[in-house]
């Protein structure tokens, strides 16, 4: 599921999902996560994992709780941050895992809470999968900068909505071999004008122009 950016300044308004729908959470300090689809309630941990039949959710305050034997799972409706990434989570969680009792985010991550200060991996451009230290944007308070394989480049830009507008864009001029150039021909025409934002699963951003698009994680 994608995430317009608009979206992630509500994420505060966001809810539990309905009890049919698929549900994560998970936490740091150890790593885990519980997962409920399919009718299973699925623990998972750097030492090992296992699953239950899930219970169904009863309502709690301002979220749900779903109990088992062994696990229990409380998910309320708060905006939560990973402590590891920007990422924004529409729920804070609290489990019991055989006695031990865990802390976390829960619900689909919703991407920084706003742009500005975000630094980004760009992977793919247009389609193509690409990889490496040249491949990167950085959105600043009024200002983006990056590098789509070759030559560095910089200029103003403004959001609104969803629309990121970027200002004119200047790069340095160096000759690089290979699809380098290529690439980065691509990701200056979709910069060139404005693009659509959206945030979606693992906190991808997707920059749509022109019918052409960039995707991004977060570095």
Known sequence: MRVPVLALL?????TVPAEDEPYRA??????????????????DSPEGGFSVP???????GDG????TRRITLQASNQECGDGMSDNRYPQTVRAVVDGRELSGCGGAPQGPATLAGTRWA???????????????????ED??????????FSGPYSLGGDTLSPGPLAATRMACPGER???EGQALAILGGPVAVEIGEGGI?????DSRTLRLRPR
Do not use: K
Not at 10 to 14: P, S
């Open 26 to 43: 998970l936490g740091n300090e150890p790593f885990w996560s519980i997962t409920l689809a399919n009718g299973r309630m699925t623990y």
């Open 181 to 183: 150039m290529e690439n």
């Open 10 to 14: 509500l994420a505060g308004c966001a």
């Open 64 to 67: 749900r709780i779903w109990e």
């Open 54 to 60: 899930a219970p169904r959710g009863q309502e709690l």
């Open 143 to 152: 200002r983006i900068s990056g590098q789509a394989g070759c030559n560095r």
């Open 205 to 209: 951003m997707t920059l749509t122009g």
């Open 122 to 140: 760009i992977i793919e451009i247009d389609g193509r999968a690409v990889d490496g230290e040249a491949y990167w944007l950085e959105i600043g």
